[in-house]
C-alpha cells in the first residue's frame, strides 16, 4: 500500500498502535530495529531517528557515530504476534548521514539504486525466494540443541512430518502482513522444512525475505523449537540453501532471459562471497544437491542456474547457490547489474549442462568453472573483480573481506 506519512499516522491513532519498529539491517542482512512511541512518527518522516552506528559491526566508529532512520510508509506492516491492545506495527527505513547523504552501507537503498538503474535500462526484474532451515529442539534451559525436532524426509506428512504445524502458523502469519506463501514442506534433512514466497518486485522480495526469517524464529521459538538457518547446521546431513528465482522483462513485456543468465555466469565467482559469506558456506556448496560449479541446464538440480518447468508468469531461472547468510538486498542487487550486462552486451549463454555434475567424471567436470572452495579464495575474486568494485561500495566490501 501507498500510504502518505498523515494516512500512517492517523491509522496509528484508530488502530490503538502503541509501538513502531523501524526496521534496517547490517552489511550482513542481520535484522536490527528500534521501537518508537506514536508521538515522534512525525519526527521520525521529517527529520529521522538517531540511531548509534559505532555499535552496528561495520557501521563506523565512536568518531563519526550518527545515522538517522527514515521509515518508509508504503513498508507499513503489522507484527501479528505482538499483543492486539498497544498494537505493534513495522516499517523499513532508509539509512542516511545528519546531512540526508545516503549512507553508503545500507543495502536496501543500494538495490533501490540497481532497479532504477534496471528501469532506465528498459527492464523490469522480480524475485521469489525459497529458504530452507532445520527445526531443532531446545534443551532444559531453553538453549538450542542440535537434536532436529523429526526424522522426517523429503515431503513426508504426519505424524513423521512433526514440522506441519510450525509451518502452518507460519504461513498464516505471514498472510497477515500482506506477505504471500505459494507452498511448504519438510525437505531432505531431518527437522529440515521449506517455505517459498511468492515472486514480487526486488525491493518488497527482499523485505519478504527479512520478513520471512523473523516470523519462523519467532513462531519456532512460540512453539518451544530453534529455527535454524545457517548453511551447514548438521555436518552429515543437506546443508540450508536460499534460493532465488529470477525473472525480468523489458518495454515490450519480453523475457530476455538468455543473455540475462549470460551476465549473471560470467560474474558469478567474484558475486559467490556476497551468495555465501561464512567460511560455513563452503561446506555446504558441492554437496547434497548444493551447486558446485558454473553451469546451468533446463530443470536439472546438480547445476548453479536452472530453469525450472513451467508456463506463462511462472516461468523463471533459479539461482541454487546462495544460503540465508546471504544479505538479499545485496544479493538482490548484484544480480540485477550482473543480468543488465548480459542484457546490455548481448552475451551469450554457453551450452547448457546436461549432465549430473554430482556423478559426472573428473574429465567432464574439467570444462566448467568451480565455485571458490573456501571464503578467503572468495574474497580474493570478489576484491580483484572491476565489476564488484564498480557496484559494491568499497566499505562493504572491505566489511566481507577484512574480517
Known sequence: MNYTMDEVIQYMREEDVKFIRLAFCDVFGRQKNISIMPDELRRAFTQGIAIDASAIAGFGDESRSDLFLHPEPETLTPLPWRPEHGRVMQMFASITWPDGTPFACDTRTLLKKAVADA?????????????????????????????????AGYMDVAPDDRGENVRREVCLTLEQMGIQPESSHHEVGPGQNEIDIRYSDPVAAADNVMMFRRVVKTIAVRNGLYADFSPKP??????????????????????????????????????????????????????????????????????????????????????????????????????????????????????????????????????????????????????????????????????????
Open 119 to 151: 528501469k532506465e535500462a528498459g527492464y523490469e526484474y522480480s524475485f521469489g525466494a525459497e529458504q530452507e532451515f532445520y527445526l531443532f529442539k531446545l534443551d532444559e534451559n531453553g538453549a538450542p540443541t542440535k537434536i532436529p525436532y523429526d526424522n
Open 234 to 403: 548438521m555436518e552429515q546431513e543437506p546443508g540450508n540453501g536460499f534460493h532465488i528465482n529470477i525473472s525480468l522483462k523489458n518495454k515490450s513485456g519480453e523475457a530476455e532471459v538468455c543473455p540475462m543468465l549470460a551476465g549473471i555466469l560470467k560474474h558469478m565467482l567474484p558475486m559467490t562471497v556476497f551468495f555465501n559469506p561464512t567460511e560455513e558456506s563452503y561446506r555446504r556448496l558441492g554437496r547434497s544437491k548444493a551447486p558446485g560449479y558454473v553451469s546451468w541446464s533446463m530443470e536439472n538440480r546438480s547445476q548453479l542456474i536452472r530453469i525450472p518447468a513451467a508456463e506463462g508468469e511462472y516461468r523463471r531461472a533459479e539461482l541454487r547457490s546462495p544460503d540465508p547468510g546471504a544479505n538479499p538486498y545485496l544479493a538482490f542487487a548484484l544480480l540485477i547489474y550482473a543480468g543488465l550486462d548480459g542484457n546490455r552486451n548481448h552475451l551469450e549463454l554457453p551450452p547448457a549442462a546436461d549432465i549430473n555434475l554430482y556423478t559426472a567424471k573428473a574429465s567432464d567436470l574439467a570444462a566448467y568453472e568451480k565455485l571458490p572452495e573456501n571464503l578467503p579464495d572468495a574474497c580474493r575474486l570478489a576484491a580483484e573483480s572491476d565489476f564488484i568494485r564498480a557496484h559494491v561500495p568499497e566499505e562493504i566490501l572491505a566489511i566481507y573481506c577484512e574480517r
